[in-house]
DNA sequence: ACTTATCTTTTTGTATACACTTTCATACCG
DNA sequence: CGGTATGAAAGTGTATACAAAAAGATAAGT
């Protein structure tokens, strides 16, 4: 089973706080391919109870994954009303997007001065996995290494920190695909992620930094088309305004 | 008192699953207030029961208070060995920083374009807060306003990602000035805040993306100075070093 | 006197129990 | 027949109890 969206080197940092080895490090990881992977609609509803029976655990843990997932914004949990797996709205997928425009732009600086080659092997490497998951037809593979290789990318910079940020950002942008995208939305179609490793290579910072540009520019464009749907919130704007015209007012 | 580093507006989104008005929220900001105003040193020790006890609470609620925090990175919990008061390494100092100047250096062309002229008026009100704390010598508020006002500066941009990840980064700057910073590094010394608030108002998007440069550099660099300390861990390395020249090696 | 081993104390991890809130179904009334 | 109230069922919030681990103290041995 994969590990988080880190590609690798996951096995136990020990470092910090988080994934420190408990026993619901792995139910959390089983949430997090699942709702990243989209095996779990956003919306979803994920009671306490069901979950604590089928991993064979008390709610004591659960609750704890629901509330690191929560502070990941990969679900939403409301008072009383329990955990659902989030359903990012419009603006917060326009404003992950322009998040991701910045942190990833603003690190590739970093990321040439620090991409020795051993490190562009390994993208390399990654983009050629998500190449021949796409040839095979197989989307999900595809997309979770995409996603994959932007994070692997900014962690060249060293910089911890910011790679953290990127990766919530990355998991939040699958549920924005899965809420927002079309079926095809393949999100990059035919990847040009290896078109970044030659400017990488070639110390180009400017050309890397307008190609990231770009690339998540059209990322966004193939995704966040479609307007939110009324959804039950501005339903009696809508409804009021229906009825004004059918008065005849304007 | 205080609520996180928010300025005002906190009084209940009800949108997203953290801060939903849980008993234990005013639990989270008395700690998370006094870790980044330095009332508990880092490294401090957090355990369960005193917590427990200090608010008439089960440690369950605790708990929960605690891995917030941890996920925020101004705690650090360790399998079995408890909470305490995150102590941010040289490298991760360097990270938050670099993190820093990438995040407000990339936002501040939204701000400068969604800079009407009552959001300007709050941010000088904030700074001119800022200044009469420092003329009075209380320096913990006017470091907390200092901090403040990189928030709200954010915030004006509008992406409210953005503005949650600055928030995180800035009261982890707090742990770092309380680690690694001398008594009088009051971080921005006579506080230029009112210049950037002039160049935004003048549509200068240049000019401002300068100054954050520049002024977050300054920050940087007058507390990051020093370098690690021993600290117990290569105590190790440090004892055999000496050994060795004692012994007449090199 | 210093180190090492064992036992006690303290503290954390996890499960369970109970109170309260929400939700859904049923019955009552206009 | 539609709408509202009442009550049961399900689900969450919080406290407590017990098991396991770490920290500390005491005692034995070198």
Redesign the interface.
């Known amino acids: 089973m994969r590990k988080g969206l880190s590609t690798e080197r996951s096995g136990g940092r020990g470092e910090?706080?988080?994934g420190?080895?408990?026993r619901d490090e792995a139910i959390y990881r089983n949430l997090f391919v699942a709702i990243v992977e989209n095996h779990l609609a956003p919306g979803t509803k994920l009671p306490e109870d069901t979950l604590a029976e089928t991993y064979g655990v008390s709610r004591t843990s659960i609750?704890?994954v629901l509330?690191?997932l929560?502070?990941e914004?990969l679900?939403?949990?409301?008072?009383n009303r329990g955990?659902a797996v989030a359903q990012p709205s419009v603006s917060?997928a326009r404003?992950?997007f322009?998040?991701r425009?910045?942190?990833e732009?603003?690190?590739i600086g970093?990321v040439v001065a620090k991409a020795v080659p051993a490190a562009i092997d390994e993208l390399r490497e990654l983009v050629r996995r998500e190449h021949a998951a796409a040839d095979r037809g197989d989307w999900r593979e595809a997309i979770y290494l995409s996603g994959a290789f932007h994070v692997a990318l900014i962690r060249v910079s060293g910089?911890?920190?910011?790679t953290e940020?990127l990766t919530q950002?990355v998991s939040r942008s699958s549920l924005v695909i899965a809420t927002y995208g079309t079926p095809m939305t393949s999100s990059c179609r035919h990847s040009e992620h290896d078109d970044v490793l030659d400017l990488i290579a070639a110390g180009d910072v400017e050309g890397a930094r307008a190609w990231m540009e770009r690339h998540l520019k059209d990322v966004e464009r193939s995704v966040v088309l479609v307007e939110e749907e009324p959804s039950a919130l501005d339903l009696r704007k809508v409804l009021d305004e229906v009825a004004r015209r059918h008065r005849g007012e304007r």
Chains 1, 2 share one sequence.
């Not at 679900?75 to 008072?79: E, G, H, P």
């Not at 910089?159 to 910011?162: A, V, Y």
């Open positions: 910090n706080g988080l420190t080895g408990g609750r704890k509330q690191r929560a502070h914004r679900v939403d949990v409301r008072l955990a917060e404003d992950i322009s998040a425009r910045i942190i732009c603003g690190a970093k910089n911890e920190t910011l940020f950002l």
